[in-house]
């Protein structure tokens, strides 16, 4: 069952505007991670944080965690138009090795 | 290095005929999954492998089967497709079970 929920479900900015894009998840993890998809293509890795961790940096990327809250969120800042995608969050419970998928947050970039 | 590739990429079939889709990794990696994606949703877990010759279900294995005879190859066949089993079918490996690489994808419809 999916244990990540997204939030927004979509999401539509300027380019160049920060987009954040939220993710609450149920049970405890070892680790989060932030993937993308552009359309009709395979998931990309863009960013792991884990539990002990509360914030992490990549590029442009921002991400937060906070397991008090179970919630997670991705800051995209400076938006171009290829940011635009679907962003799926996606936890991996503690001693295990399968991942929980969230159902995504669509963002659009309008140029 | 391909990474992670699969075959084929589009198919259409005829309720109750059978197919093999086939994963391809050159990372040298232990684990490999099945995943399906239908719109508006996440990534739903069919099967997995944690190494050569071991096979596991996962949120959604039924009407599918899955063998792993080489460590770099994983199979999903469909034994009698079902329109249900209309989908994107994704294959992933990872080196540690935690971060994950995609193939490019399989279209599957089911007339």
């Known amino acids: 069952s999916q244990q990540g929920e997204e939030d927004p479900q979509a999401l539509s900015i300027q380019e160049g505007e920060n987009a954040t894009m939220n993710c609450s998840y149920k049970t405890s993890i070892n680790n989060l991670q932030w993937y993308r998809q552009n359309s009709g293509r395979g998931l990309v890795h863009l960013i792991l944080i884990r539990s002990n961790e509360r914030e992490k940096h990549s590029g442009r990327l921002r991400v937060t965690l906070d397991t008090s809250k179970k919630s997670s969120s991705l800051l995209i800042t400076a938006s171009r138009a290829a940011d635009t995608a679907s962003y799926f969050c996606?936890?991996?419970?503690?001693?295990?090795?399968?991942?929980?998928w969230g159902a995504g947050t669509k963002l659009i970039i309008k140029p | 290095n391909a990474g992670v590739t699969q075959t084929p990429k589009f198919r259409v079939l005829k309720t109750g005929q059978s197919m093999t889709l086939l994963c391809a990794q050159d990372m040298n990696h232990e684990y490999m999954y099945w995943y399906r994606q239908d719109p508006g949703m996440g990534l739903r877990l069919i099967h997995y492998?944690?190494?050569?010759?071991?096979?596991a279900k996962g949120e959604v294995p039924d009407g599918y089967n899955v063998s792993r005879l080489k460590k770099q190859n994983f199979l999903l066949g469909l034994e009698s497709a079902a329109p249900s089993q209309t989908s994107v079918y994704f294959c992933?490996?990872?080196?540690?079970?935690?971060?994950?690489?995609f193939g490019p994808g399989t279209r599957l419809t089911v007339l």
């Open positions: 992933a490996s990872s080196r540690t079970g935690s971060e994950q690489f």
């Open positions: 996606a936890t991996v419970p503690p001693l295990n090795y399968q991942l929980i």
């Open positions: 492998s944690v190494g050569e010759g071991t096979t």
